[in-house]
């Protein structure tokens, strides 16, 4: 993100410089601490001064991208302002200083925006030169410098991301130096501890360069394509508001233009005076045309009447005889339920004589019931004499008495006999 020139010393002045120095000391300041001193941390950055000029690196290029990235929500925000009002057509170019002072007229923290100052260079341009020539080229340059901006801006980010990689190979190589500078082959056993720790304290400097450089190129990377993505929008802002909106004139050819207007103004009013002749003539069709629509709509609801009342009729006809049917239909239902009423009541009295001849047999039925019963008495009787005449061999006088008996029973089954035909 480029910021503007200031005069003087301030132009020398770095803040990102400034807020890294403060950020390593206090960095250090709180490592250097009694309960960090045995920190993994602590070992990776303090333990040889190589490791502090990366550390120190590293802290100004992450200020260096925090301050760039504050810049940002001003830059969106600047994106969705209306910059200029809505045009209508081309525009003559001495309205180029009327849009300069309302993007000049914009709050202080817009004016200082990437989109603002694109603009007002844009506008500048117009103003100066007092036409609209070589206008796409002088856009297509100043879109060209806003990319060259960027590139320079994050110098420092490249230089810390380019540098870093040799500051840890420079540490190691001085640690393998300290390790095995005046060794001989006789002290390796009593120093390779040493050497050892050397050399663990060498490839610590490489990690911690390592780490550093690609942290630096990944913000790197994200820091140029959100500013990238910034500057596409910045271009298509520019070109969809300024690219055509002024008119391109040559002074060589303004007789010719000022004879093309008149012509073109004396062909708008006699095409005008045309258009309105020929409107008046459409007019009048229209208005024939709608009467005689009228007309035939209004003999197309006469017949639609019309066939609505046949209609009317023939369906009250219809009633009238499917009335009538249903009327005859009933009549006839009525006498053939009375039909059916009347042999319904036959055989009802039918079944009242069926039920008096059931009485009459049951009646039958018990009388001989009773008579059955008497029977089986006098057989006990015979059964209980026979019994006695054995009992006191009488066997003559049982004879006689069964004949006796045999003889009473002929009879009363002959009064029983002649009881049942009469009771028939």
């Not at 219809?318 to 009423?341: F, I, K, N, P, W």
């Not at 057989?379 to 026979?386: D, G, K, M």
Request: net charge negative.
């Amino acid at each position: 993100m480029s910021h503007d020139r200031k005069p003087g010393f301030l132009r020398a002045f770095d803040p990102s410089f400034a807020l890294g120095t403060v950020c390593t000391i206090a960095f250090y300041a709180v490592i250097n601490q009694p309960p960090l001193r045995d920190s993994v941390l602590h070992r990776y950055t303090s333990e040889h001064v190589v490791e502090y000029a990366i550390v120190a690196l590293f802290i100004w290029g992450v200020i260096d991208i925090l301050l760039k990235l504050l810049f940002l929500p001003r830059e969106i925000l600047a994106l969705r302002q209306e910059w200029l009002p809505p045009r209508v057509g081309r525009e003559p170019a001495a309205n180029a200083a009327a849009l300069l002072e309302h993007v000049r007229s914009q709050p202080r923290w817009l004016q200082s925006s990437r989109v603002a100052r694109r603009l007002t260079q844009a506008l500048d341009y117009v103003t100066e030169s007092g036409s609209a020539e070589d206008y796409r080229e002088h856009l297509q340059y100043l879109s060209d410098q806003d990319d060259d901006n960027l590139q320079s801006n994050y110098m420092l980010v490249r230089f810390v991301a380019g540098v870093t990689p040799v500051l840890g190979f420079l540490g190691t190589v001085v640690h393998f130096g300290t390790a095995l500078s005046g060794i001989s082959f006789n002290e390796m056993a009593q120093r390779l501890s040493d050497v050892v720790g050397e050399m663990g304290s060498a490839f610590n400097t490489t990690t911690v360069a390592l780490a550093a450089a690609m942290t630096m190129l990944f913000s790197l990377f994200i820091c140029e394509r959100i500013e990238r993505s910034v500057g596409r929008s910045i271009d298509r802002l520019v070109d969809r508001e300024l690219l055509t909106r002024f008119e391109v004139k040559d002074p060589n050819i303004l007789p010719f233009l000022a004879a093309v207007e008149s012509a073109n103004e004396e062909s708008l009013r006699s095409i005008s005076t045309n258009l309105h002749r020929q409107t008046e003539v459409w007019s009048q069709s229209l208005d024939t045309l709608y009467e005689r629509f009228d007309q035939r709509q209004q003999q197309e609801l006469d017949g639609w009447r019309e066939a609505l009342e046949i209609l009317r009729e023939r369906h009250e006809a219809y009633d009238a005889g499917l009335e009538e049917r249903l009327r005859q239909t009933l009549a006839l239902v009525d006498s053939r339920q009375d039909q059916h009423m009347a042999q319904i009541q036959m055989m009802l009295e039918r079944a009242v004589s069926v039920r008096d001849d059931l009485t009459g047999l049951m009646k039958t039925l018990e009388s001989i019931a009773r008579g059955e019963g008497k029977l089986v008495e006098l057989q006990a009787s015979l059964t209980e004499n026979l019994r006695v005449l054995r009992e006191s061999q009488q066997i003559d006088q049982a004879m006689h008495g069964l004949t006796a008996a045999i003889h009473l029973l002929t009879a009363r089954h002959r009064q029983s006999g002649g009881f049942d035909s009469a009771a028939a």
